[in-house]
């Protein structure tokens, strides 16, 4: 169903007990991308930084926000990084571009060179956000899918089947929703991505599909257009 899209992973869904990679997971996930990437999918990748160190939680260790926020930018290279090799060893050919030049580790991030990238068959990640404080990797996913001209984001949540009226880790009677638009998540305060994001994509006609990462298949499911997690679009 989609010809190109833009996945976005967090951190903590490399992560294992302990650990800031799980080694199973990783090549689950390469296995997955290596799937819907032969049956002519273009992908590019957004991973955050969360299992390493977040930018508002190095304020609580003593650290300015503004350079919190580039250590987070830091570990989303690390993490990018760790997804390439990974990628690598199924067999894809992977580019990694970054925000934050650092030429002995990675190409500068230009939009038209990385759809180039995709175009050749590649798979393209974004690391390094989008090379400025106080945005998060959210916001960095929505900018990148709407500069790729991507089809959908996929947002692959850790443990997560959608998007719910609540946390239904802390409350049973939580329900999930099948179908939003960013205007409820704005009304409701549904804390999918920040504000900047969601109106970000609200303003770019942007589809974002939020699903469980952790169900094997789900990525591929969710490329093909079956109707799993939660899509939010622009319209109601």
Not at 100 to 107: C, F, G, N, S
Not at 112 to 133: D, N, Q
Not at 136 to 159: F, P, Q, W
Not at 216 to 236: F, M, P
């Amino acid at each position: 169903m989609y010809k190109r899209v833009l996945l976005k992973l967090s951190g903590e869904a490399l992560s294992g007990s302990g650990n800031s990679f799980n080694p199973v997971v990783m090549k689950r996930l390469a296995q997955e991308i290596k799937e819907i990437h032969d049956n002519g999918t273009q992908i590019a990748i957004v991973v955050g930084g969360g299992n390493i160190i977040r930018g508002k939680t190095a304020e609580t260790l003593g650290i300015d926000r503004v350079q919190g926020d580039y250590m987070g930018m830091l570990a989303t290279v690390i993490n990018a990084l760790a997804v390439q090799s990974s990628l690598e060893e199924a067999g894809l050919e992977v580019r990694v571009q970054t925000a934050i030049e650092m030429p002995k580790v990675a190409e500068p991030y230009i939009c038209r060179r990385a759809i180039r990238h995709l175009e050749k068959g590649r798979v393209v990640i974004f690391g390094g956000g989008i090379g400025s404080p106080y945005f998060s990797t959210d916001t960095c996913a929505a900018l990148r899918a709407s500069e790729i001209k991507a089809d959908v984001i996929l947002m692959a949540k850790n443990g997560v089947d959608g998007v719910y009226s609540a946390d239904p880790k802390k409350d049973p009677n939580a329900t999930m929703f099948t179908r939003l638009s960013y205007m409820d998540l704005l009304q409701k305060g549904l804390a999918v991505m920040d504000s900047t994001a969601t109106s970000m994509c609200m303003d770019n006609s942007m589809n974002l599909i939020v699903f469980n990462m952790n169900e094997q298949g789900n990525i591929a499911r969710a490329v093909n257009g079956e109707k799993i997690g939660t899509i939010i679009t622009k319209e109601e």
